[in-house]
């Protein structure tokens, strides 16, 4: 694979950690890049090499000059080059470097522009970028301070306009890394209520007075600045007044930029990522609450949306998306200083108390406006009408009125304003017209994807394809396809119907410089749902179990359904302007992947979500919107702790249980040592409460010990009868201390991280059951047929069973003054002849106790078969299967097993059912989408306002692979590829982290244990001789082999993006062959690799050379690293494929896979 690490196949372990340790995988790359890449990295290399590459011993003093020489001659003159960023990045440039030499001593602006160069591009990259800067973090806050200064430079001055972009994305960064204790420590400082500072006067009395618990801290924030020498206070006027000024810089800059002459582009990249700057911080809801105020009254909506950047079509395309995307979330439906969702009917309030008071300023001081303070809020708060009364005043009016409004400062009446006009009026216009609520909007989208969506590249970026011969595949026996395909549509499914009209003849070449749709003559592609395919005389065939009619001839007719909102919106388009109608015009219809095609039943899932009043549980609510103490939903912090827990049989012994509370003394309720043995109930120590008087040091050490006492209670299992198959499975795996506490934060309540086949089952169930009750009639000697139905069975039990059972315990029981026969136990049992099929004899004769404890279990069994019974008993009376499973589904199944997309796309059944639970457990938590692990939380309907969840239990591995996200652009910028449990453990939402593991050898474990804290193996790992015994052919436990090109080819791309490698494919095949032959089993091999392409490849390999070999066979499984996560085999073979260019691998995660 890589040019410079050849290893044999029979290459030690050791050679393979010295090759591809750590610290020398930069230098793997950094050899890749060598052999693949052109002459012009040269210089950066052997600066590497020479000064901070990991694997050199002895490396050259530090120099600043090196810093220098290669930001001015490599990044700057390559015009912030990305090539030479990432390899600078690769090389580990930043932790070897640049910040382990910087000090406020050698600090330029070489120094800090390389620093956040490096950094940005780890951002990119999606790496973590602050571990370097938390192990040494003593000159951060001097850096920091020194690029807010950079930040605030003219444009024509030290830092160019490009470098100050840099900086801007870097700020961005910093913002939106507020989890770091080291980030958060500095931002703070610009972004918290002094910075209210830098509003105009009469805007922030207007503020404080809408929340008058401000106010007090505002004024203890003015004494506290009294008290700063005056050096300080400069310093934090600064920081308070720096996202002010940055708004002003960015203001000047925008309207340095002319409507139809050349701009340069640096200017126009300022623009755009200024605004990026602007959407995260409104994003966030711990930034906004400060800077959506000053936002505000800078008013930079208005100034963005009159400027010329947004009329120039092509440059200001990117940042008219940007500025309305701003504008959806400076205006979004939420309380800034609460952080609560605002109603319908309070977005409304507001709306018209801005009304009102613009009304009542034009009735007190503006009589030429009387018309327009006396109407109605409805006839004056559209822009036409606003535009109609305010249009005619002159410009100071129009300043004079927004001062009333303390939108702007104070006109002097000698002066005149320094705004224009347009400015003004669009101040006015744009904050009090009336707006459509967001529920409003989006009730009106359409869900399905049209041709203008489909192929806008600002939404969906489409991938280079030269589209050569794909018509010509296309057509290939689609005709016979289409016979087999079209009968497969069922119910429910999503089609898409297009109108092609083709505009070049056949056989011309697809031009990818040129728009798609173009070339290809795709007018329309509109979405719709399938409802059913129709017989000849029109009805809907349903689907079922009986069979499909055969319908004559080669035509097929299907009822859809269209969705309401586009094709309103389509025929509004035809009746108004004339245009073609859409619906008449289809000539093809094309289906996804059913796997695939789920994307309308989660998006109207979700629509129905945002119109519905759901009640996500109140010590969970902080948590998700991501403000408030993360660890507040831990089970530690819920004042309903469970006191008492029945561990059952999770410890083995005293002496486990024990060693798994290191730090708390065991008081057991029992002193006999044969006693003490699981399973064991333990009594935790109760919660100290809140508010209570501060006690001296000796009643808090008295606090302290009782809080470390258990008490455990040892516990005998009720006898469940005579049957072997009756008695309960016992752990006998040796938990560790780690896992324990997993199960107890799982049996709590809060948040721990860490089908018909089902009525087939209850049915033949129900059989079995009868069949016993049939059995214990004949035993009894009562005649009739009791076991004929669930009814007929209770009432045998009622009149029949209990009867003997309640005359039996008369017979036995203790009476007073009498000691108990034990042989009557016995000989007075009435159910002898029932249990003759079990293990003999029944009762041993040894003393009462034993043999009535015998008893008991055996009416236990008994019982448990006419209760199980009753609980069947509905399957009797719902004849379908549908009735059955719903009615399984709410009112019997004690765990219910789903996907989190198939909760998306059943919610709404699921909910009309009542369907309620009280826990969620999720597996593989860090691989589900965020808004696909919301919705399991909001299956069920609140009750009094309020949700019924009580335990909530993550689990997953956040290092491993995340959400799979197809769409780079939702990927990267929009960071979707980021699961809730990723968040959760980001944000510091307090985790179990297990810490041992039994799946692998220890030397494999030692390959990723790095990326865990203090992972280690179980006990079995280190006992157990499969763990331990050499595999048989093979000299080392894992090993890199390394395939040349294999005839002169190595990695090829027959299709884009699918990349194959035929060497190792060829390879990776043998080796399995040849592990089979040695006796490996097959099953126990699994073939893997990281691209589909090698995928199919290997695949086909195997259909050729073995597949069908009796000798040999298939392996387990052949298929990619993401396909396989969670799952687990002997043996693993894994083919990387790429030689030309660094791949997935990259990135950690990954490889952890």
């Known amino acids: ?241 720096f996202l002010s000024q940055l708004i002003q810089k960015f203001i ?221 595949k296309y057509r290939i026996r689609m ?81 859809v359904f269209l969705d309401p909102n586009q094709y309103q919106q389509d025929m509004t388009n035809t009746i108004q302007n004339g245009a073609e109608d859409v619906y008449e015009t289809f000539n093809v219809i094309m289906r996804r992947k059913p796997k695939e095609n789920n994307f309308k039943a989660v998006l109207e899932t979700i629509r129905n979500l945002m119109n519905t009043d759901c009640v996500v549980p109140d010590w969970l609510h902080d948590i998700i919107l991501g403000y408030g103490d993360p660890s507040s939903a831990h089970y530690s912090k819920m004042p309903n702790q469970i006191a008492t827990l029945d561990f059952n049989d999770t410890f083995l012994s005293i002496e486990h249980l024990k060693t798994s509370f290191p730090g708390h003394n065991v008081k057991v309720t029992v002193d006999e040592p044969a006693l003490q043995i699981p399973p064991f109930r333990i009594t935790f120590p109760a919660r100290s409460g809140k508010g209570k008087k501060r006690k001296d040091a000796d009643e808090e050490d008295e606090d302290t010990e009782e809080a470390k006492i258990l008490i455990v209670e040892p516990h005998v299992i009720p006898n469940r009868g005579p049957y072997p198959y009756s008695q309960p499975k016992r752990n006998t795996i040796q938990f560790t201390h780690t896992q324990i506490e997993a199960i107890r934060a799982g049996m709590q309540p809060g948040l721990t991280m860490c089908s018909y086949g089902r009525v087939n089952y209850v049915l033949a169930r129900r059989i079995e059951l009868l069949e016993e009750v049939k059995r214990l009639q004949k035993s009894l000697g009562v005649p009739g047929d009791a076991s004929y139905t669930c009814e007929t069975a209770g009432y045998f039990f009622l009149y029949q069973v209990m009867s003997r059972w309640e005359e039996y315990i008369s017979k036995v029981k203790n009476k007073a003054n009498t000691l108990p026969d034990v042989a009557e136990i016995s000989n007075f049992f009435p159910f002898h002849e029932y249990f003759a099929n079990a293990p003999q004899p029944i009762f041993k004769g040894r003393s009462y106790e034993e043999d009535m404890e015998i008893a008991e279990g055996c009416f236990r069994h008994i019982k448990k078969i006419f209760t199980q019974l009753e609980e069947f008993r509905a399957s009797e009376l719902l004849r379908s299967g549908l009735d059955r499973s719903k009615y399984l589904l709410v009112k019997e199944a004690k765990i219910i097993a789903m996907t989190c997309t198939h909760a998306a796309l059943k919610r709404h059944d699921l909910v009309k ?78 985790t179990v982290d297990l810490d041992a593991q039994g799946r692998a050898r220890a030397s494999l474990c030692n390959l990723y244990n790095w990326r865990y804290k203090n992972l280690g193996n179980l006990p079995h790992v280190q006992l157990l001789p499969e763990f331990s015994t050499a595999n048989a052919g093979l000299l080392y436990d894992f090993q890199l082999i390394n ?64 597949g069908n070999n009796p000798l040999i066979g298939r392996p387990n499984k052949v298929t990619t690293v993401d396909r396989f996560q969670g799952q687990q085999n002997d043996y693993i073979l894994l083919s990387l494929v790429r030689t030309r260019a660094v791949g997935h691998l990259r990135y950690v995660k990954e490889k952890l896979s």
């Not at 052999?35 to 210089?43: D, E, G, K, Q, W």
């Not at 429910?492 to 798609?516: A, E, N, Q, S, W």
């Not at 692979?961 to 197809?966: E, G, N, Q």
């Not at 494919?1065 to 592990?1075: G, H």
Request: glycine share 4%; charged share 25%; with cysteine.
């Open 1 to 241: 694979m890589y040019g410079r690490i050849t290893l044999p196949l029979n290459a030690s372990s050791a050679l393979l950690r010295n090759s591809l340790s750590l610290n020398d995988l930069s230098l793997l790359v950094l050899q890749w890049y060598e052999s693949v890449t052109s002459c012009l990295y040269c210089f950066l290399l052997q600066l590497a090499c020479k000064y901070w590459a990991p694997h050199i011993k002895k490396k050259s003093p530090f120099d600043i000059k090196v810093i220098e020489d290669i930001y001015e001659k490599e990044i700057v003159k390559s015009r912030f080059a990305i090539r030479k960023i990432m390899l600078l990045e690769f090389s580990q440039y930043l932790e070897n470097y640049l910040w382990m030499n910087y000090s406020p001593e050698v600090s330029s602006k070489a120094y800090l522009m390389s620093i956040c160069c490096m950094v940005n591009e780890k951002f990119r990259e999606n790496v973590p970028a602050w571990e370097t800067f938390k192990k040494k973090p003593d000159h951060f806050p001097f850096f920091f301070k020194c690029i807010l200064k950079a930040a605030l430079a003219e444009t024509d001055g030290e830092f160019s306009l490009h470098e100050q972009t840099v900086l801007l994305l870097f700020l961005d960064h910093c913002f939106n890394s507020l989890e770091v204790d080291l980030i958060r420590s500095q931002v703070q400082q610009l972004i918290s209520l002094p910075m209210w500072m830098g509003l105009q006067t009469a805007r922030l009395e207007l503020e404080l007075k809408k929340t008058p618990k401000l106010r007090k801290f505002w004024n203890l924030i003015k004494k506290n600045d009294e008290k700063m020498d005056p050096e300080a206070r400069e310093q934090a006027y600064q920081e308070r007044r």
């Open 252 to 472: 000047s800059v925008l309207k340095s930029v002319p409507l139809s002459e050349p701009v340069t582009m640096d200017k126009v990249h300022y623009c755009e990522r200024f605004i990026e700057l602007m959407i995260d911080l409104e994003a966030l809801l711990p930034t906004r609450r400060w800077f959506n105020t000053i936002l505000d009254d800078s008013h930079l909506l208005v100034h963005c949306y009159l400027s010329n950047l947004v009329h120039r079509e092509e440059d200001g395309h990117l940042f008219s998306q940007l500025l309305d995307m701003l504008k959806f979330y400076t205006g979004f439906e939420i309380n800034d200083q609460t952080g609560n969702a605002l109603t319908e009917n309070e977005m409304t309030t507001i709306h018209y108390d801005r009304i009102t008071s613009l009304q009542r300023a034009a009735f007190a001081h503006f009589p030429e406006l009387y018309d327009f303070a006396l109407s109605n809020v409805a006839e004056v708060d559209t822009r036409e009408s606003l535009v109609k009364f305010f249009g005619p005043l002159s410009s100071n009016t129009l300043h004079q009125v927004a001062s009333y409004l303390c939108l702007l400062p104070t006109l002097p009446k000698t002066e005149d304003t320094t705004f224009d006009k347009e400015f003004l009026l669009e101040l006015l216009v744009s904050r009090h017209e009336r707006r459509i609520s967001q529920i409003q909007q989006l009730n009106q989208m359409p869900l399905y994807p049209t041709e203008k969506i489909i192929w806008d590249e600002n939404i969906v970026p489409t991938e280079y394809y030269s589209g050569e011969g794909m018509i010509k």
């Open 479 to 559: 005709y016979e396809k289409c016979l087999y395909v079209l009968p497969g549509l069922r119910k429910h499914d999503v089609c898409f119907l297009i109108t092609v009209r083709p505009t070049k003849p056949y056989g011309t070449k697809f031009d990818r410089r040129r728009p798609f749709i173009e070339q290809v003559g795709l007018v329309y592609v509109r979405g719709c749902e399938i409802q059913g395919m129709l017989d000849d005389k029109g009805r809907v065939i349903e689907d079922g179990p009986e069979p499909r009619p055969n319908l004559r001839g080669e035509s097929r007719t299907f009822r």
């Open 913 to 990: 059912l009542g369907f309620k639970y009280d826990n969620i457990l999720m597996e593989e938590a860090a691989q589900i989408l965020e808004i696909e692990t919301f919705i399991p939380l909001l299956l069920q309907n609140p009750q009094d306002g309020f949700s019924r969840l009580k335990r909530w239990i993550m689990i997953g591995d956040h290092h491993q692979l995340p959400p799979v996200i197809k769409n780079m652009a939702f990927q990267k910028y929009s960071n979707m590829e980021q699961s809730l449990f990723t968040r959760f453990v980001r944000v510091g939402v307090p």
């Open 1043 to 1106: 395939v040349e090109d294999f005839q002169g080819v190595g990695e090829s791309e027959p299709n884009p993006y699918f990349y194959q490698n035929l060497g190792e494919a060829e390879y990776v095949v043998a080796l399995f062959m040849y592990m089979c032959l040695l006796g490996y089993p097959a099953d126990k091999i699994s073939i893997l690799t990281t691209y589909n392409g090698q995928k199919h490849l290997i695949r086909d390999i195997i259909n050729r050379r073995c």
